[in-house]
């Protein structure tokens, strides 16, 4: 097994979690998404990583909001009465195996505490790690 680095481009900023948001910048197809909250310092908070490996990051997202998904709009909202989203602009992940190992690397790095537990990934690399990157 060997070792993989994804390298990614995050959205231009976070959105807030709301209706009226998700429709006009939540991506229309698969990828990875993160719920964000700000500390005092106004440095981000990583909530929950997930992946959207069968629906779109839009979809997903409208899940979570109508409580259809975990963690619901009620537990993040418990949380921080600020939450907003975040998601994987670009990225060089090709397959949905990649957007998994993704997933599974912000996991690892941010340790969010509505994540259960660390998704393992795929299991094809022995480690995974994100650079972010200004363009691909």
Known sequence: MDERTFRV????RCYRFKPDSIPGHAPDG???YEFVTFDPARNPVV???G???DATVRAALTEHLLGRRSPTAQE???RSPDVYF???ARSDARSPEDLRDLAAALVARHSPPLNASPDPGSGRF???EVQ???SL
């Open 76 to 78: 993040l909202f418990a």
């Open 126 to 128: 022995r480690k995974v």
């Open 132 to 134: 972010e990157v200004e």
């Open 86 to 88: 975040d998601f994987v």
């Open 30 to 32: 698969p990828g990875v």
């Open 9 to 12: 481009v995050m959205s231009e």
């Open 51 to 53: 992946a959207a490996l």
């Open 47 to 49: 909530l929950f990583v």
